[in-house]
């Protein structure tokens, strides 16, 4: 309802029912009705909607609100509107709001990790661009040492080539040296054509001696040939003999007819004088030739060829025998089988030693017949290396001590072994390159202690190998570990030691015994008095040798290290070697020995110093030990065979064969 004043104005005036609810400010409760206008129902509305959401059933409002004055007069007078106060009315939270917050709050804790992750992102960002940065340096470095690899190969390839052409003109060069050398062994044995070597005539040692008189008397006398009519351009005797024996006689006949007259004079009529010979003088090279030839001569002849050394050469039914392209056959001279056929070339006979390295022999018929016999077998001089492999029978096994640091291969210990005294034997690890320790337990043995065993090769002492403190080394490592395992101790090999027969004990001075009181001190005196324990066993003190060398530097060594180790050497003690002392080298020389503890004299059954055999060795004989053993056969057998330049071969058979 609308009045118009005086002024033309229109007024408006509430509904009483309006009126009275906005002047009421004690009243608790809005109630809208039809006659609200529209503007504040949609306010209200909305707000509700807002607040609790559409159709949410709640009807009451924090404040009442005040109507406004409808007329400008009324609405110059109006006083601000004054919030009611009301008692707060609880409603209760909406499920919808507060999974709302709840998604809400989610949503923020994601945006937390979000913000951890990104500044993760950010340092793996920074640290790939370090990488990246890193590996471009690297690649740099790569490029450059791949340059430098380039250049090293094209560096070495000239230089490869340079070594080939170096190896061409070495071979060249080592032909050419090699002819050279045959040349002047050609030239030396034709100036020697006419010459004839006299062994064995009587040596006054006269220096007035005429030593032409001399052999023309000897070629009347003992030759039956007039020697009127035979002239020469020289006679004379050569130096003095290792073995002490008259010195050789040298003598160049003028005529070669009567050269060869005497010659074959000597041949028939010396054959029953073996206190005489009379041969060809040939070069040092030919003679080692020959050395190498002759026991291949002697062994096809027995077999039923034809076989004749001609200077340095060997034919074989008129066939020349060239030992380099040769696979032996023959059986070891200790050996008894049936023989081999003869074959349309001839026989197949044993190369020589020096030519033959140890992993070929072994595929030798002799070396089957030794494993067939042996236990234990120790090579010395075996001229292998880490890289060499040793094909083995089955049921055997090996050691090996290779030389470390040298140009090429050379010296070396193998200790061959049958697999069944695994159980018996140990291996000792050492530092020294000239002896492999090995232990044998006492029960094996039947001892009161365990044996240590020592497989020694010392190289001569005028070799570029040679070591002046070799056998200190040895000694020093069989006190150790003869201390270590509380053991009586044995040594074999080759010492390369001249002792002659000279002592290898200490008898003390009784006086001094007395002056020191060591008559109470067991120790000291069963120290002494150790060389006792061989008379009580019936072994002889005193020592027999063939061997009429010299005594040598390392014969003073090996004889020293006995009187302080108290232990005693073997050969010419024991065996069939008892009171004889065979050489072992060249059958000049004594170099090979078996050395015992006292207590040990007693298990030895059976000692020998057996026959050359080429195969084996170039110039040693092999040594034959049996030890008394509680195995089946009661026996332990050490054989000691020399291969390439020197084999050791220990052989322990209870007997095990």
Not at 333 to 353: A, E, I, K, L, N
Request: with cysteine; net charge negative; proline share 6%.
């Amino acid at each position: 309802m609308a009045d118009l004043n005086d002024s033309g104005s229109k007024q408006y005036s509430l509904p009483p029912t309006l009126m009275q609810a906005c002047t009421n400010q004690y009243s608790t409760q809005y109630t809208p009705n039809l006659n609200d206008t529209p503007l504040s129902s949609n306010v209200i509305s909305s707000s509700r909607q807002i607040l609790y959401g559409a159709d949410n059933g709640y009807a009451f409002t924090p404040y009442h609100l005040q109507a406004p004055h409808t007329t400008p007069a009324q609405m110059g007078h109006q006083t601000p509107s004054v919030p009611i106060p009301m008692h707060p009315i609880s409603t209760p939270p909406h499920p919808d709001l507060l999974m709302f917050m709840h998604e809400v709050r989610e949503k923020l804790q994601k945006l937390d990790i979000l913000e951890d992750i990104l500044s993760r992102l950010v340092d793996m960002e920074e640290h790939c661009n370090n990488l990246d940065s890193e590996i471009c340096g690297i690649k740099t470095e790569l490029k450059a040492q791949t340059s430098n690899i380039v250049s090293l190969d094209k560096g070495l390839g000239g230089l490869h080539s340079k070594l080939q052409e170096i190896e061409t003109q070495n071979i060249t060069l080592t032909d050419e040296n090699y002819k050279l050398q045959e040349k002047i062994i050609d030239q030396q044995k034709r100036s020697m054509r006419d010459n004839l070597i006299f062994k064995g005539i009587y040596d006054d040692h006269n220096p007035t001696e005429n030593t032409e008189e001399t052999v023309k008397d000897f070629i009347k006398r003992e030759l039956g040939l007039e020697s009127k009519d035979i002239n020469f351009h020289v006679v004379h005797r050569l130096r003095p003999r290792q073995d002490r024996g008259p010195r050789n006689i040298l003598a160049k006949f003028e005529r070669r007819k009567d050269r060869n007259r005497v010659l074959e004079a000597a041949k028939k009529e010396l054959k029953q004088k073996p206190q005489y010979y009379v041969h060809e003088q040939f070069p040092v090279e030919i003679i080692e030739r020959r050395r190498e030839l002759i026991p291949i001569l002697k062994d096809a002849r027995e077999k039923g060829h034809e076989a004749v050394l001609v200077e340095d050469k060997l034919f074989i039914n008129k066939r020349r025998f060239d030992p380099r392209q040769c696979v032996p056959q023959i059986n070891p001279q200790h050996q008894q089988g049936p023989r081999q056929p003869p074959t349309d070339h001839g026989p197949q006979q044993p190369p020589s030693d020096q030519h033959i390295p140890m992993s070929s022999k072994l595929k030798f018929t002799e070396f089957s017949n030794i494993f067939q016999t042996y236990d234990v077998l120790v090579f010395v001089e075996t001229k292998l290396d880490d890289l060499d492999i040793i094909d083995l029978p089955d049921g055997f096994s090996y050691v090996t001590k290779n030389r470390k640091g040298a140009t090429k291969k050379s010296g070396g210990i193998v200790i061959i072994y049958k697999n069944i005294l695994k159980q018996f034997i140990s291996f000792i690890e050492s530092e020294s390159q000239y002896v492999q320790w090995f232990k044998f337990q006492k029960c094996l043995l039947n001892c009161e202690k365990d044996v240590l065993f020592g497989a020694v090769y010392i190289p001569p002492e005028n070799s570029k190998y040679a070591n002046t403190d070799a056998f200190e080394e040895i000694e020093i490592e069989l006190l150790t570990f003869a201390d270590k395992f509380d053991s009586y101790v044995s040594l074999i090999g080759d010492f390369n030691a001249k002792t002659g027969t000279r002592d290898d004990f200490i008898v003390p001075d009784e006086s001094l015994i007395g002056i020191f009181e060591l008559e109470s001190d067991d120790e000291i005196l069963s120290y002494m008095l150790d060389y006792e324990q061989l008379k009580l066993q019936n072994i002889p003190l005193s020592r027999m040798s063939e061997c009429h060398c010299n005594i040598n530097n390392y014969g003073h060594k090996l004889l020293d290290m006995c009187k302080k180790l108290n232990v005693y050497i073997a050969n010419s003690r024991l065996g069939s070697d008892i009171g004889i002392g065979r050489t072992t080298c060249k059958d000049i020389s004594v170099i090979d020995y078996l050395l015992l503890s006292s207590k040990l004299f007693s298990i030895v059954d059976e000692f020998e110093i057996l026959d050359f055999v080429p195969l084996f060795s170039d110039v040693h004989n092999a040594i034959h030990i049996v030890f008394k053993s509680v195995l089946p056969h009661d026996q332990i057998i050490f054989h000691h065979i020399l291969i390439h330049h020197k084999c050791i071969s220990m052989q322990s058979s209870g007997t095990l064969q």
